[in-house]
């Protein structure tokens, strides 16, 4: 039972990093402007939304509380958005690279953390995601050079 504990612990950990890119992704859609581009990122936050829920409902059915707000990452992600934001959408985008960097390195280096059905979760579902909404976003910095 003490692995409940530290598996919900963890999860709050990706629950958190997840609301800071929800969070990201919406400072960054205030300040985009081109259709295709704004279609993307909505799509990139719709997939971040939708691991917010899933972590949520996995952590309650775990019997945890799941976390309300980004933490520090949350702060972290307002300064660097803050910067991208006074230097245009191509500084957005790599800010929001970043980000999706970072989350993929969480995700990799947490598996570790968690155990049984929810390392199988992390693993099988989220990690996957994560580098799916990775990807998407490096290919569209990639078309904006």
Not at 22 to 32: D, F, K, N
């Amino acid at each position: 039972m003490a692995n409940i504990g530290k598996d919900v612990d963890a999860l709050n950990t990706f629950l958190r990093g997840e609301i800071s890119a929800v969070e990201s992704y919406r400072q960054a859609l205030g300040h985009v402007s081109d259709d295709r581009l704004r279609d993307a990122l909505e799509d990139c936050q719709h997939d971040h939304e939708h691991r917010v829920d899933e972590l949520k409902d996995r952590i309650r059915k775990m019997g945890g509380e799941p976390a309300e707000g980004s933490g520090v990452w949350g702060g972290f992600a307002k300064l660097v958005q803050g910067g991208a934001d006074v230097l245009g959408e191509k500084a957005a985008i790599q800010a929001l690279e970043e980000g999706e960097d970072h989350g993929l390195n969480d995700y990799q280096g947490g598996l570790d953390q968690v155990h049984g059905e929810a390392r199988r979760f992390v693993r099988m579902e989220l990690l996957p995601a994560q580098k799916r909404t990775h990807e998407r976003l490096s290919r569209l910095k990639r078309t904006l050079h």
